[in-house]
């Protein structure tokens, strides 16, 4: 899917209008909303939402675009960037359109929009966004999308263990 700028960045807008002002809602869970969306909606339809590119950096995917769609928010007057100590506290001045979005990506924005400024802290969140996708990324390096879909298959532990031997025996293998 190509880029969809002007999607992107009511995207941006609406999720600092819905959470700006929620405590420790900041830069870093921004993002990881922007990331979880893009790539559920890719696991559940095919294509990401935004087409957005995201980049391997320290605390996770962070979108390419996201620095001068952040700025040309603010000169066009609809956000507000202030830093407070560690935090950079974004805020909405004026309500999004969402217009161009499906019922079905708004279910996806709001459901992680919900979860990240509810349950999960900037760290919490950032280490669930180091997943395989990310780790197969250099520093900077672009993350492909498509490998959001992958995940690693591990050993199974403990009662997994002894459940899988058990069935094995059952069945004779």
Do not use: C
Request: charged content about 25%; overall charge positive; cysteine-free.
């Amino acid at each position: 899917m190509a880029f969809n700028r002007d999607k992107f960045k009511r995207l941006v807008h609406y999720v600092i209008w819905r959470v700006g002002e929620h405590d420790w809602f900041g830069a870093v869970k921004l993002n990881k909303v922007l990331w979880f969306s893009d790539t559920e909606a890719l696991a559940h339809t095919g294509t990401s939402i935004t087409g957005a590119t995201y980049t391997r950096q320290q605390f996770g995917p962070v979108p390419k675009a996201i620095m001068p769609i952040r700025k040309e928010l603010e000169q066009d007057g609809v956000i507000h960037v202030a830093r407070r100590g560690k935090l950079e506290r974004l805020t909405a001045l004026t309500k999004p359109d969402m217009q161009p979005f499906t019922l079905s990506e708004m279910a996806i924005i709001d459901w992680w929009i919900e979860h990240i400024a509810t349950y999960e802290t900037a760290q919490s969140i950032s280490t669930k966004s180091h997943d395989y996708a990310w780790q197969i990324a250099s520093l900077g390096e672009v993350i492909p999308m498509t490998a959001s879909l992958a995940v690693r298959i591990r050993a199974p532990k403990d009662d997994e263990l002894e459940w899988a031997k058990k069935t094995a025996t059952k069945l004779g293998l």
